[in-house]
């Protein structure tokens, strides 16, 4: 009961800060896309908000950092054999620590693209990654909005994780943080980096245009969420990027 009651602790400090971050950056995307964006860019899509699916999606949302919770508590507390976990930061020195990071960055990104891409099969779409789609005009809150099948998944990856190698905790927080980020940033359904950005950052980092054709077209093309070089490595980037990104960072103000 004592160990119980410790992972009901742990995983109501998780849910609760998962969803403020969560929803502080949604918002702020949100503020960004009304107070700014609008007013300067082209939306990627021809179609608009409905509030009523934001609803959705913010209670979609809720139900996914539900399920984050429950595996990240579990990998916290170490209630698993073999896990690696570790807190204290002298053990492994910040070197490692900066590294772990970086492979923790791209083997996510490789895990979500090929789990992306095994759920676009015609046979498993339906029970894992249709209710995503829903959101094809995308809003900052769309990046949560899955069914559970599909957030168990994604959870997957944070629990397994620390039995393969060394993790520190806060790399983990870390990693949480920039998923949430680029959840949001994927789907803003404005684009706000500069134009000449896919010469700069954008030649290897995904961008909101780049998710947003994803959503457009049906998940036809562009699967990865932080880097763009397994869509390159596999040729499953829109052929048109550039063009679009073009026409989505052309500024209102000089029509």
């Not at 095994?118 to 769309?142: E, G, N, T």
Request: charged residues 10%; hydrophobic residues 45%; contains cysteine.
């Amino acid at each position: 009961m004592e160990v119980f009651g410790l992972f009901i602790s742990v995983y109501f400090i998780f849910f609760t800060l998962t969803n403020l971050g969560y929803f502080i950056l949604a918002f702020l995307g949100l503020f960004t896309v009304q107070f700014w964006l609008k007013k300067h860019r082209t939306r990627i899509s021809n179609k608009f908000l409905i509030h009523q699916k934001i609803k959705q999606e913010m209670l979609n949302s809720l139900q996914s950092n539900g399920i984050f919770s429950f595996f990240w508590a579990i990998t916290c507390l170490k209630l698993t054999p073999h896990n690696q976990l570790y807190f204290d930061f002298t053990k492994w020195g910040w070197q490692y620590w900066i590294l772990s990071l970086i492979v923790l960055l791209i083997l996510h990104d490789t895990y979500v693209y090929w789990v992306h891409r095994l759920m676009h099969h015609p046979r498993l779409y339906r029970y894992l990654h249709q209710k995503h789609h829903i959101s094809v005009d995308a809003s900052p809150f769309s990046g949560y909005s899955l069914n559970r099948t599909e957030a168990i998944i994604h959870a997957l990856f944070f629990g397994v994780v620390s039995h393969i190698f060394p993790v520190h905790w806060l790399v983990i927080v870390v990693m949480m943080g920039f998923s949430i980020l680029a959840n949001v940033i994927g789907h803003l359904g404005y684009e706000p980096m500069p134009k000449n950005w896919l010469k700069l950052g954008g030649v290897l980092f995904n961008t909101t245009t780049h998710h947003d054709i994803h959503h457009l077209y049906g998940g036809r093309y562009n699967y990865g969420v932080y880097f763009r070089f397994w869509d390159w490595i596999m040729d499953t980037e829109f052929p048109h990027y550039s063009q679009t990104f073009a026409q989505a960072t052309h500024s209102i103000d000089l029509d």
